[in-house]
């Protein structure tokens, strides 16, 4: 093997360690790794800007900007407190409502953001029914996970693959993803009741003061909203005909950001651009350079040839193999990270003779995906309403939640594995 190449190697595996044991923020470590690949001449640092995905940056941006602005109008805390009062103000149904709003919030909203909007209403519902707030955070942080893959923009694996891989559209993610998701929801319905039922009873009387809540009162700006909820219709049209209209994702999301901030005005420009994540995009900037210190030197087409040598060339067992790989990987380790180095892997293996790639995509992005539920560092959206709990007075450790979330993310990914086989390879 070529010096550089060891090189490479060394430098992608020292910061993926660094990365998990979190002494040092993962954004500074990946942006170091992406330096030294440059000064050490592993890439030059034209070849590294165009392994930047660009696309996959846009649209994280784009969407951070309309659902920061969106925010500002208590749009969340209305639908999840008229969710709390449709429910009749019983802890159970309250519990299913929640997380199917985290679901379908999370697979047109980042993960991170969707929780961070319904954990502190959860709080205030609990509250108000005298109940331990624990099992409506775990369903949440699992709705989150498993709602983020139904879509092209609901999670960063999808919206990584999606970018790499042009045929698979907004439409594609949604026909091909969607249905397992609907199946995995629900699924877990009848589990969440049948674990945590008997958890969260509460009395009548903290019931009906759910009830005497104005879910009104939690709108701030009624003309900020409407400006909001038009722009993002218009967006969510775009992703739907961003094919037909010969437009990258990226540049549907930015328009529809601008287009927000042009209606909204100056005063809120400032707002806008602070709710952009930029600890995380530079993250991703550093680990696409950081993955094209292994693509540039051959690491990448080694390890697809022996990926290839180890299944045979056969899809169905290439399918499985990056399906349970990539969930348990997923569990332990930052998916991001993986999945970037996994897209050029299953790009090489369509020059070595597997001719159809779609099911090792759709399985990518299950196992990524799904995976991030399995224990408490799985995924981002995890941390941040552990986090949350844990100021609150209510911490959430691993083990507590490791005996629920890897049991039932080895559900979902048994039933995507059947999935797989039935809808592509039987």
């Known amino acids: 093997m070529e010096h550089q190449a060891i090189w490479a190697i060394g430098i992608f595996l020292i910061i993926y360690a660094l990365i998990i044991s979190e002494k040092i923020h993962r954004t500074i470590l990946a942006m170091l790794g992406a330096i030294v690949m440059v000064v050490l001449g592993i890439v030059n640092q034209e070849t590294a800007l165009e392994h930047i995905d660009f696309n996959t940056l846009g649209l994280l941006v784009g969407m951070m900007i309309i659902v920061g602005i969106t925010a500002e109008t208590g749009l969340f805390k209305y639908v999840a407190l008229k969710a709390a009062k449709s429910a009749k103000g019983k802890p159970t149904r309250i519990m299913i409502a929640l997380m199917l709003i985290t679901a379908v919030a999370s697979a047109f909203l980042d993960n991170v953001t969707t929780v961070l909007l319904m954990v502190p209403v959860t709080f205030s519902i609990t509250r108000q029914l005298r109940i331990n707030p624990i099992p409506f955070l775990i369903t949440q942080i699992m709705a989150s996970n498993v709602g983020g893959t139904a879509t092209l923009i609901g999670d960063p694996p999808n919206i990584m693959i999606g970018s790499a891989v042009k045929e698979l559209t907004f439409m594609a993610f949604i026909n091909n993803l969607t249905p397992i998701i609907i199946i995995i929801v629900l699924a877990y319905i009848p589990l969440f009741i049948m674990i945590f039922g008997k958890q969260i009873q509460s009395k009548p009387e903290f019931q009906q003061s759910i009830m005497e809540m104005d879910e009104k009162a939690m709108i701030t700006d009624q003309k900020l909203l409407n400006k909001c909820l038009f722009v993002l219709g218009l967006t969510i049209v775009g992703f739907f005909l961003h094919q037909t209209l010969h437009l990258e994702s990226a540049t549907v999301a930015l328009s529809g950001a601008f287009l927000l901030l042009l209606l909204t005005g100056e005063p809120m420009l400032e707002k ?97 995906c799904l995976g991030g539920n399995g224990t408490l560092i799985g995924a981002s959206a995890n941390l941040i309403v552990a986090g949350l709990a844990g100021k609150e007075g209510y911490p959430i450790t691993f083990v507590k939640y490791l005996k629920y979330g890897f049991p039932l993310m080895i559900l979902s990914i048994v039933l995507s594995s059947i999935y797989i086989y039935l809808r592509y390879l039987m």
Not at 274 to 295: D, Q, R
């Open 272 to 368: 806008a651009f602070h709710s952009v994540e930029w600890i995380t995009i530079f993250f991703f900037i550093g680990l696409f350079v950081l993955v094209a210190g292994l693509v540039e030197t051959g690491v990448i087409t080694k390890l697809a040839e022996k990926a290839i040598e180890l299944t045979g060339g056969d899809l169905l067992t290439t399918s499985m193999l990056i399906l349970w790989l990539s969930a348990i990987t997923s569990a332990f380790l930052d998916n991001i990270p993986f999945v970037a180095t996994m897209i050029p892997l299953i790009q090489d293996m369509g020059t070595m003779g597997v001719s159809n790639l779609e099911p090792l995509w759709w399985s990518l992005a299950l196992g990524a």
